[in-house]
């Protein structure tokens, strides 16, 4: 797999640009749109052929048939029993549709599609030498992006996240503003040499990692890396607002997506916490978040997935906490003492079958007898 060229003052691991020096001042310049991120924790996979996408809409949980050259999206891919197993971003230049994944997902996603393509007229290649840089819209760094992106049809690899609304077939199980309203956040596709002359060049700003997953849990927004795990319901995660159209064509897990949707309620929620950070304690992800009652008596209701510095917030995580957590403070758990959370409920736990959410069709497609509640 290529690498990224050499940047000056970077602090990596395992191949990751975590920070420059100053994460809290890289989380500025980014927001501001001045900065680059270089994001070698993303693998490209280029899919070619003529029935590239109405085979991809056939099979992934988003309907992407029509999707125009310069268009993107997000997709998963869900196991027969609806649970997430592949999150991939989706941007089509016209003649390749381009996903751009978390690389520890990158390969079995390809391994996946492969035997999907069956007879379909579909190429899939993983794309290792190809690199990764996000952005957000709005500022230098984004001219300078779009300069340097890929763009074999005259087209600029360039993906938009869709996050900041709610997608066509989608929807928001969160009351109120959402955070993700003002997350513009940008990927573009780089090859060798166009990498090379960003990091050659002296004006060109650069953050890490750290602040880049900052401004992501601040907008409350997914990763496959991160926020899922082999129990994983898209519903779970608010990935119904981006990546799930509930009113497409029948895909591996749709029955799932539609049970729970239409009657029922996601077993989990995702949350955000704000952290106390009076002891300067940041939780890993997988430590354990309880509630403790007035008693001393704890119960461990959920367990966090990300969590980082804000500039602003202070420390802040995402934590995915059972159904039955109740939506008060909590304490997360870690080796070197416990932390205080308030909680900011992003998907409630009565999420599901309420009685503003529209009804799917039936996957048979037949006349289904009327609905009681909607006498009401």
Not at 65 to 81: C, H, N, W, Y
Not at 134 to 139: I, M, R, V
Not at 281 to 292: E, F, I, K, R, W
């Amino acid at each position: 797999m290529a690498g990224f060229p050499p940047l000056s003052g970077a602090i990596a691991d395992g191949g990751v640009v975590l920070h420059f020096g100053d994460p809290s001042r890289e989380q500025r310049a980014l927001e501001r749109g001045e900065a680059l991120v270089p994001l070698g924790d993303r693998t490209v996979i280029e899919l070619t052929g003529s029935e590239r996408l109405t085979w991809l809409d056939s099979i992934t949980t988003q309907a992407v048939a029509r999707l125009r050259a310069g268009q993107s999206t997000e997709l998963l891919v869900l196991d027969p029993q609806g649970r997430v197993e592949h999150v991939a971003a989706v941007f089509d230049d016209g003649s390749s549709t381009w996903l751009i994944a978390d690389t520890a997902d990158a390969e079995p996603l390809a391994t996946w599609l492969q035997r999907m393509v069956f007879r379909a007229d579909v190429k899939v290649a993983v794309r290792p030498e190809l690199l990764v840089v996000g952005f957000f819209a709005g500022g230098s760094a984004e001219r300078r992006a779009e300069s340097a992106a890929l763009a074999p049809q005259q087209q600029a690899v360039v993906w938009t996240d869709p996050w900041p609304t709610v997608q066509p077939g989608g929807h928001q199980y969160h009351v109120g503003e959402h955070p993700g309203s003002g997350y513009h956040w940008r990927t573009a596709v780089l090859d060798e040499p166009a990498a090379a002359v960003l990091a050659a060049d002296s004006e060109t700003i650069w953050a890490g990692a750290l602040a880049a997953e900052a401004l992501r849990i601040a907008a409350w927004r997914p990763r496959w890396v991160a926020e899922v795990d082999e129990r994983s319901l898209p519903h779970e995660t608010d990935w119904i607002r981006s990546a799930v159209h509930l009113n497409k064509g029948c895909y591996r897990g749709q029955e799932t997506v539609a049970k729970v949707h239409n009657l029922g309620h996601p077993p989990r929620r995702i949350a955000a916490l704000h952290l106390d950070g009076s002891e300067s304690l940041l939780p890993d992800a997988g430590a354990p978040v309880l509630v403790v009652g007035a008693d001393g008596a704890e119960d461990e209701v959920g367990h966090i997935t990300s969590a980082a510095r804000h500039h602003e917030l202070g420390p802040i995580a995402l934590a995915i906490l059972s159904r039955r957590a109740p939506v008060g403070d909590l304490v997360v758990r870690t080796p070197d003492g416990d932390i205080a959370a308030a909680q900011e409920v992003i998907v409630p736990g009565d999420a599901g079958a309420t009685a503003e959410i529209p009804r799917l069709t039936r996957l048979s497609r037949r006349p289904s007898a009327p609905d009681p509640r909607d006498a009401h």
